[in-house]
Nanobody, 127 residues
Framework: QVQLVESGGGSVQPGGSLSLACTAS????????MAWFRQRPGQEREGVAS????????YYGDSVKGRLTISQDDTKNTIYLQIHVVKPEDAAMYYC????????????????????WGQGTRVVVSS
């Protein structure tokens, strides 16, 4: 069974750094794209960053450009999200997503572009 498991959430201070990880298992064949989404309280879920599995090309949401980095390991079964300078608005539930249906090449994409989802990991920003 396909499973995506996020880790690394917790409490972080503004100005600090944060790293999240998502480990995928149970896939038959490779993924095409993987992504991070987040949902802030009272807000719609938004695409944060994505990575093309085969090539490692990355895409970022407009609201977070320049502040974070998405990456993958050599096995391509784990992706990471590093927020270099945390802001209060980064507080959210972060979700990992993956698709085997096709490579998304116009940006992070929308929720419907990804058929596999993790349960999420919560990030709390406080002093």
């Amino acid at each position: 069974q396909v499973q995506l498991v996020e880790s690394g959430g917790g409490s972080v201070q503004p100005g600090g750094s944060l790293s999240l990880a998502c480990t995928a298992s149970g896939f038959t064949g490779s993924t095409k794209s993987m992504a991070w989404f987040r949902q802030r309280p009272g807000q719609e879920r938004e695409g944060v960053a994505s990575i093309t599995s085969e090539t490692g090309r990355t895409y970022y949401g407009d609201s977070v450009k320049g502040r974070l980095t998405i990456s993958q390991d050599d096995t391509k079964n784990t992706i990471y999200l590093q927020i270099h300078v945390v802001k209060p608005e980064d507080a959210a539930m972060y979700y990992c997503a993956a698709t085997q249906l096709g490579t998304i090449v116009i940006g992070v994409g929308v929720e419907a572009s990804y058929e596999y989802w993790g349960q999420g990991t919560r990030v709390v920003v406080s002093s």
